[in-house]
């Protein structure tokens, strides 16, 4: 189901069909369909692109509750979380702290993505 195929110190891969993931403890069941994998392996970068799917999986109410409770857990500090406090201008509001990179870091990360 998942090609993987290797180029110098890149490995790269993709799916012919969705991969299924249960997340028991969110309650979800997500169908991915992986376009694109990359990982580098001189920079420890690693690169997805893909089309996802959430189904709530079924449940008592008491599961929900704590399906609930488990997903805000999961959303603090996420990636998500963080830009969605950027579009909102509550960065620091919202328990981030962010610090300048330095260009050398950009341009390392830039070169690293025109490689694949």
């Given at each position: 189901?998942?090609?993987?195929?290797t180029k110098n110190d890149i490995l790269i891969a993709d799916a012919d069909d969705f991969l299924v993931i249960e997340n028991k403890p969110l309650g979800y069941r997500i169908r991915y369909m992986l376009k694109n994998f990359g990982y580098n392996k001189t920079t420890d970068i690693v690169l997805y692109e893909g089309e996802t799917s959430f189904e709530q999986l079924p449940g008592t109410d008491k599961m929900k509750k704590e399906w609930a409770s488990n997903?805000?857990?999961?959303?603090?500090?996420?990636?998500?979380?963080?830009l969605r406090s950027v579009y909102r201008?509550?960065?620091s509001q919202e328990g981030f702290i962010v610090n300048k990179l330095y260009n050398k870091f950009l341009y390392q990360l830039a070169k690293s993505l025109y490689q694949w």
């Open positions: 189901m998942i090609n993987f195929t997903r805000l857990k999961t959303y603090k500090g996420s990636v998500m979380h963080f201008n509550r960065v």
